[in-house]
């Protein structure tokens, strides 16, 4: 024993008894371990692959896809090329998740707080709305919209038409879509001179409010100036905008704006199945604040409405955010069902037709893959930005 | 769902392959196992399709069969796995099925970039488009600006795209995961038209709930043709297949059916004595029992029984031999000697 504490003074432990040490050989050998089993697995596919004839490496993204997609935010014909066929397919899946995201939020929101109501109607109405959401699989919802309630739309000819601009029918909503003509800049410019004049105006208005106590209408100055402003310089630029209304030509309506049905579908499937889960959240945030908080808040003479808004949701956000991360990565990994009723998402754009194309497998995966990885770890670190910024700051 | 489908085939390329590659003898593994892996369509009357009772038909099943009967000696050993479009090449690829027999078209990309091979053509087809009556379309160059619905991961999106572009014509693709879909949505007036190999068509119209009110178009737009297909680098595999295939269009040619071929067996014609007993050695250098073209006639029968059970006279389908009659008779069916 006396050597042990003579060696522990001095530090001249022998290598395998120094904790240390010896936590740091077992990493390196996990790290050894684990570096060489993902070496073999890649020889090993790269010697399978060119002994099986299977073509490889990404040059394939440059040859021509050949064939059409129904919806692409960029431009693109069938004489684009793969690497094309990948963006439009990502940027189908961006424009759908992102709003999903955004209405399930804001249906998640009303239902959790309907939940609570102390209407009995509507908290038995948002109960019953997410039992039955939240409990059918998402899968079956999506042709539930798709195949049983779209379809029971008319056909082009028989379309439903709004005053003669815009028109519902099987193949989707067609709405007269802008024409940017010179002028415009003004409108836009006109637009951004808004927004800034939005955050003065409620800077001004708090710092009015800490010093006099008088509060000022921010929000219906706000929305009173994003929209005056913009219009007042349109109509003094000379009502430079243009309307191309769609038409019924030969098979199809043509011209103007659609929005088919598969991008319909599916939105409207997420959105209610996501929202179910978001109530619950937003429901167990909400139950999270002592009731006190409620009743001092009344006591002070605020209303109801305010004390939602000002006391009760802040407080319940920390509680809320967490959660509500997990469920906008699960709206956006669901997107992939889209596969299902042909909207065009990179799952069915990319990791089905141009791989069925191409063949190339591995390589179309794992693109496909690293895309989902890294909108999951955007949209996590964006969350955990913002559930630190409202965290409670303790004094 | 079909995304996890892709994902574990693509992880089977990359990590099982180290025991695929050690086995690569299909054969063997066939033999061992009892039973034949065939990848089939999801549902495709004529073709591939389970009747009332669950038991799959079809001129592509056939062709399964035939495999089972030369490798086992029964054609009921084998295992049915409904595939579609754009599942099919990858399950090839990494050995989840042993054959590939549903209508898939031959073509150069596949042919050398997919590590596969095309054993052959059990039906020559080209593609055409069905139109609703009410529609009042007579030509398919009068389908400017129409909504097509197709399946996807298949040549026909592609021979499509190229068609329009030809004729300068535009069109919306609407595009299904598997031949259901695409039907329901054809139906439901999502798209104008329904595009697809014309065997298909016709296949698909059987499924409508209308069929009287929906036509097929004059005009065949790409030659498709079709056959069963087995991964490359296993030669001995390919030519069982090849043969299989072979020997079905050959027992036609020579006048043996199902029920006449013990009969014909007795007869002293040297062409159906080498037919049924093989010569000693070809069976062996096939791997096979000496009586395997025999076992395939007895128990699947020959090509033009197949053809008018499953998709001509005797079919609900009723389509014509036109190309894929023999040879002899006009058509394309050419089978290599057998000696």
Redesign the interface.
């Known amino acids: 024993m006396p050597d042990n504490k003579h060696n522990l003074a001095t530090g001249n432990v022998s290598f395998w008894n120094d904790p240390a040490k010896r936590s740091l050989l077992f990493q390196a050998i996990l790290f050894i371990a684990v570096f060489a089993v993902g070496y073999i697995?890649y020889q090993?596919?790269q010697?399978?692959?060119e002994?099986?004839?299977?073509?490889t490496g990404f040059e394939f993204l440059d040859a021509e896809a050949?064939?059409?997609?129904?919806q692409s935010l960029i431009p693109y014909d069938?004489t684009h090329s793969y690497g094309r066929t990948f963006v439009v397919g990502l940027l189908n899946t961006i424009l759908v998740s992102a709003l999903g995201v955004f209405f399930a939020t804001i249906l998640g929101f009303l239902i959790g707080i309907a939940r609570l109501s102390h209407n009995w109607l509507i908290s038995r109405i948002a109960a019953v709305y997410i039992e039955i959401f939240r409990n059918i699989p998402l899968?079956l919802q999506i042709f539930f919209w798709y195949?049983a309630v779209l379809?029971l739309l008319p056909?082009?000819r028989q379309s439903l038409e709004f005053s003669g601009i815009a028109f519902l029918n099987?193949?989707g909503i067609y709405l007269p879509s802008p024409i940017l003509s010179e002028g415009f800049g003004w409108v836009l410019a006109a637009l951004v001179i808004a927004v800034i004049a939005i955050v003065f105006i409620k800077r001004w208005a708090k710092k009015r409010q800490n010093t006099t106590g008088e509060q000022f209408p921010v929000f219906w100055a706000s929305l009173a100036i994003l929209i005056g402003l913009p219009f007042i310089v349109f109509l003094i630029s000379g009502a430079s905008l243009q309307w191309e209304i769609p038409e019924l030509?030969?098979?199809?309506f043509?011209g103007g704006l659609t929005i088919i049905?598969?991008l319909s579908a599916l939105l409207i499937a997420l959105t209610i199945y996501t929202a179910a889960f978001i109530a619950e959240i937003v429901r167990s945030g909400i139950e999270s604040i002592n009731k006190g908080q409620t009743e001092a808040a009344h006591a002070l003479g605020i209303n109801p409405g305010k004390t939602l808004q000002l006391v009760i949701i802040p407080q319940a956000m920390r509680v809320i955010i967490p959660p509500l991360t997990s469920q906008y990565l699960n709206l956006i990994k669901n997107s992939?069902l889209a596969?299902?009723?042909?909207y065009?998402d990179l799952?069915?754009v990319f990791?089905?037709?141009t791989?069925?194309?191409?063949?190339q497998?591995?390589e179309v995966?794992?693109m496909t893959?690293a895309v989902y990885l890294t909108l999951s770890l955007l949209v996590s670190l964006f969350m955990n930005w913002y559930n630190k910024r409202m965290a409670l700051v303790e004094r | 769902m079909k995304m996890i489908g892709l994902v574990a085939a693509a992880t089977a390329i990359s990590v099982s392959f180290a025991s695929a590659s050690i086995s690569a003898d299909t054969l063997s593994t066939v033999k061992k196992n009892g039973f034949v892996k065939c990848g089939v369509s999801t549902g495709l009357p004529g073709f591939s399709n389970p009747d009332d009772k669950g038991k799959w038909q079809g001129l592509d099943v056939d062709v399964c069969r035939a495999v089972a009967a030369a490798t086992l000696g029964d054609e009921k050993k084998v295992k049915y796995i409904p595939l579609t479009a754009k599942e099919r090449f990858t399950a090839l690829q990494s050995g989840e099925i042993d054959i590939l027999s549903r209508n898939t078209t031959w073509t150069l990309t596949r042919d050398v970039s997919l590590g596969l091979n095309f054993a052959g053509v059990n039906y020559y087809d080209g593609q055409g488009f069905m139109v609703s009556k009410s529609l009042g379309v007579k030509s398919a160059k009068e389908l400017d600006g129409a909504a097509v619905c197709i399946q996807s991961g298949t040549t026909t999106e592609l021979n499509l795209a190229d068609y329009f572009r030809q004729h300068k014509m535009k069109y919306t693709p609407v595009v299904f995961d598997t031949s259901d879909q695409t039907v329901k949505g054809f139906e439901a007036g999502r798209c104008d038209v329904l595009t697809s190999d014309q065997s298909q068509l016709y296949a698909l119209k059987i499924k409508l709930s209308k069929p009287q009110n929906a036509m097929v178009l004059p005009e065949i737009i790409s030659k498709e043709p079709l056959g069963p297909v087995v991964k490359q680098a296993d030669d001995k595999w390919f030519n069982i297949v090849k043969w299989s295939l072979f020997a079905m269009v050959n027992a036609e040619e020579l006048g043996l059916t199902s029920s006449n071929i013990d009969a014909k067996k007795k007869a002293k014609n040297p062409e159906v004595k080498r037919f049924v007993e093989s010569d000693g050695p070809i069976a062996k250098q096939l791997g096979l029992n000496q009586d395997w073209a025999y076992q395939i006639v007895k128990q699947v029968g020959n090509y033009g029984e197949s053809f008018d059970r499953n998709v001509g006279k005797n079919s609900p389908l009723n389509i014509d031999r036109g190309v894929n009659a023999l040879w002899s008779k006009g058509g394309f069916m050419y089978a290599p000697p057998m000696r």
């Open positions: 697995i090993n596919t010697h399978n692959l002994s099986r004839g299977i073509t050949g064939f059409g997609i129904i069938e899968l195949f379809r056909g082009p099987v193949r030509k030969g098979f199809n043509r049905p598969e992939s596969t299902a009723i042909g065009p799952v069915s990791a089905g037709t791989l069925n194309q191409t063949g497998a591995i995966i794992s893959m």
